[in-house]
């Protein structure tokens, strides 16, 4: 069975500063995906960033990095530069890749985070 | 273009009442996903269709019926239901990307009242 743990329930940044959400997975499985979600409180599951367990470097996307450390079995997310608009709830997930798909989504419990002008 | 449409976003019904949720993709994905979420808790997967089949049932109660009538719609048939079904209802679609794994797609969700 698979295992995501956030254990930042809330965190609260000053804007333009960058902040690293914290994630770290279990699983026996050599082939999986980590990926991180934003939902604002309009309730929308906003697809951020993805990385594959062969991936050897980490994924970026705009202001969104993956810091992906395999063998701590980690995968925190940096968000660099804040912006106000960046306050939300922050998920982090997990699927296996296996040939067959349909591959559920493992969530953590997500962590809150505050942008403070 | 990643868009999931789902209606209506908002629905208050009796616990006598039948409804139904509505999902659309236009992206060609192979794969459709109901998830509930309760406040302040990760979303909970329901249902999965592959290629219009049913894949997966998470053991959800009878009163949620979905169905698949096409590749691109989804629907969520309510019956009977209780007030502690009363959640957000996320569906979802995915395909399989050489750069992007089966990466999942949310619409922005029904936010779902039994009264």
């Known amino acids: 069975a698979q295992k995501i743990t956030q254990t930042q329930p809330g965190m609260f940044v000053q804007e333009k500063e960058a902040v690293t959400l914290d994630c770290t997975y279990d699983t026996s499985d050599q082939s999986y995906g980590l990926f991180w979600y934003k939902q604002p409180s309009s309730g929308e599951m906003i697809f951020l960033i993805y990385q594959g367990s062969y991936d050897e470097q980490n994924a970026t996307e705009g202001r969104y990095s993956l810091n992906f450390q395999k063998a701590r079995k980690s995968a925190n997310l940096v968000i660099s530069a804040s912006q106000l608009g960046d306050s939300a709830m922050y998920f982090c997930?997990?699927?296996?890749?296996?040939?067959?798909?349909?591959?559920?989504?493992?969530f953590g419990t997500g962590t809150r985070l505050t942008i403070i002008p | 273009d990643t868009e999931v449409t789902q209606t209506p976003k908002h629905l208050v019904m009796g616990m006598t009442n039948k409804k139904s949720l509505k999902c659309e993709q236009h992206m060609g994905h192979r794969a459709m996903y109901w998830y509930k979420q309760k406040a302040k808790k990760p979303p909970e997967l329901m249902f999965v269709y592959s290629y219009e089949k049913l894949s997966i049932n998470e053991s959800v109660p009878s009163r949620f019926s979905p169905e698949c009538p096409n590749s691109s719609l989804l629907n969520l048939h309510l019956h009977a239901l209780q007030p502690e079904d009363s959640a957000l209802y996320l569906c979802a679609s995915s395909h399989r990307d050489r750069v992007l794994g089966e990466t999942q797609y949310f619409g922005p969700g029904t936010r779902l009242l039994v009264l």
């Open positions: 997930a997990m699927s296996l890749i296996s040939n067959f798909g349909n591959e559920k989504l493992t």
